[in-house]
């Protein structure tokens, strides 16, 4: 399996345009995790999905972050409109359980709102 | 509320020690630890869970311990090896009906040649 994936790799742009970031989670693993990573705050979990439904939003910093999953193989995290404070590392990550197995990450989106 | 700490934030050792990281939590009712590591520009690679029935788990020269009582996790490294050099995180799972994992700041370590 070619792992987790996550595109684009690096995204900048400007304050007040959307942004998209993607994520396709390892195939048959049923939980998907947004995760965002600041040098001030860490890694902080934003939402996480289970068999596409969205299990837990609560560190969703607000109403212009929304995550969607349509199906199995694809999520997106969109910014809309994004802020220079949105600047940050967000990792996509899927594991086949949420009890007893490993958590696999994508290498992250670097995103620069200037 | 469930805070993860890990000192010290950074540690520079020659090749060949052995060491070990630290991680502790405030709140010692966690159903699962995992100590992941990070390499510059990438995203984590899970090391080792240990779940909280458990006292260590090993793997190659990597060891984790586990006290939940005293809200303590190590993670062990034997003969440490310049690839060693990375960001080691710990994160906690509060509970066994929650997916959310709780991260320490992470501690980088640096193994020179």
């Known amino acids: 399996d070619a792992g987790v994936i996550q595109s684009p790799r690096h995204e900048v742009t400007e304050m007040g345009q959307e942004v998209t970031l993607r994520c396709k989670p390892i195939?048959?693993?049923?939980?998907l995790f947004w995760y965002r990573q600041t040098m001030m705050r860490g890694l902080e979990l934003l939402i996480y999905?289970?068999?596409?439904?969205?299990?837990?939003d609560s560190g969703m910093p607000e109403d212009r972050f929304s995550a969607k999953m349509p199906n199995a193989s694809f999520s997106t995290l969109k910014i809309q409109p994004s802020e220079p404070r949105d600047s940050a590392v967000y990792f996509c990550?899927?594991?086949?359980?949420?009890?007893?197995?490993?958590?696999?990450f994508g290498s992250g989106t670097q995103l620069s709102v200037l | 509320k469930q805070e993860v700490t890990q000192i010290p934030a950074a540690l520079s050792v020659p090749e060949g020690e052995n060491l070990v990281l630290n991680c502790s939590f405030t709140?010692?009712?966690?159903?699962?630890l995992q100590w992941f590591r990070q390499d510059p520009g990438k995203g984590l690679t899970s090391l080792l869970l240990?779940?909280?029935?458990?006292r260590e788990q090993t793997s190659g020269r990597l060891n984790a311990s586990l006290d939940k009582s005293s809200g303590r996790s190590t993670l062990y490294i034997a003969a440490s090896q310049p690839g060693d050099s990375a960001t080691y995180l710990c994160?906690?799972?509060?509970?066994?009906?929650?997916?959310?994992?709780?991260f320490g700041q992470g501690t980088t370590l640096q193994v020179k040649p």
């Open positions: 195939s048959g693993h049923d939980y």
């Open positions: 990550a899927s594991s086949s359980d949420i009890v007893g197995e490993k958590l696999f």
């Open positions: 240990i779940q909280s029935s458990q």
């Open positions: 994160a906690v799972r509060p509970s066994s009906n929650t997916g959310k994992l709780i």
């Open positions: 999905f289970n068999n596409n439904v969205p299990i837990d």
């Open positions: 709140d010692s009712a966690i159903y699962n």
